[in-house]
């Protein structure tokens, strides 16, 4: 396929450079200031080129949004991989709750770094219009589950509480970083709203591992 002034694209990779070129529109201005035909522009090929590869502005948008699931979920991975790590000579028990912890952190982190991004995957042009399979495997809501499953292995959360666990701690993370997005200000300091992140994860920690009653 002709780029155009871009060059020549192999088979795929108009789609990306498009995907590429909306994601920065999308960082820099919001979804409001975003164009396919400013995204087709940038990448130096026609609007018919790129109608060839999204039927419309949204479908575009739809792909911005998978691929900001796939960043966020990678971005959780990692942080919990990393807490592992540091957490290897902690007792058991700890590892696995500052594993969870760190699942939480980076959620909250990638929107305060990417909040137009973010607003878009949880949009009206996001998750809501997503398709079935256009959610990576795993997501970020599977990563999350993933470090709830260690709490259960562990031994420290009960299995008959686990079912009802992710969706508490993703209205935690999910709440929180809606909230800093709304207006960080009304939280006081990045130091205090930092502080008052690590409270919510203790919070969180305390009642998914309460007994039962």
């Not at 575009?60 to 991989?81: H, N, S």
Request: hydrophobic fraction near 45%; glycine fraction near 10%; charge should be positive.
């Amino acid at each position: 396929m002709s780029g155009g002034k871009g060059g020549s694209y192999h088979h795929g990779d108009l789609r990306n450079a498009l995907v590429t070129a909306a994601v920065a529109q999308i960082d820099a201005g919001g979804v409001a200031a975003f164009s396919l035909r400013e995204a087709a522009r940038t990448v130096g090929v026609s609007a018919n080129a790129a109608y060839r590869h999204f039927a419309d502005r949204s479908a575009l948008l739809r792909a911005v949004a998978v691929r900001g699931f796939e960043q966020l979920a990678r971005a959780m991975q990692r942080a919990r991989a990393r807490a592992g790590e540091a957490g290897r000579d902690a007792k058991e028990d700890a590892k696995e709750i500052a594993r969870f912890k760190a699942t939480g952190r980076a959620y909250v982190r990638f929107a305060l770094r990417y909040p137009h991004r973010f607003r878009l995957m949880f949009g009206p042009d996001g998750l809501c219009t997503m398709r079935e399979g256009d959610q990576p495997s795993p997501s970020a809501y599977d990563v999350l589950g993933e470090s709830l499953d260690e709490l259960v292995e562990a031994g420290l959360l009960s299995p008959r509480t686990r079912p009802r666990a992710t969706l508490a701690a993703w209205t935690v993370v999910h709440g929180f970083a809606t909230l800093l997005l709304e207006d960080a200000s009304r939280y006081g300091t990045a130091r205090e709203r930092d502080a008052a992140l690590e409270a919510l994860l203790e919070f969180a920690v305390a009642g998914l591992l309460a007994r039962d009653r």
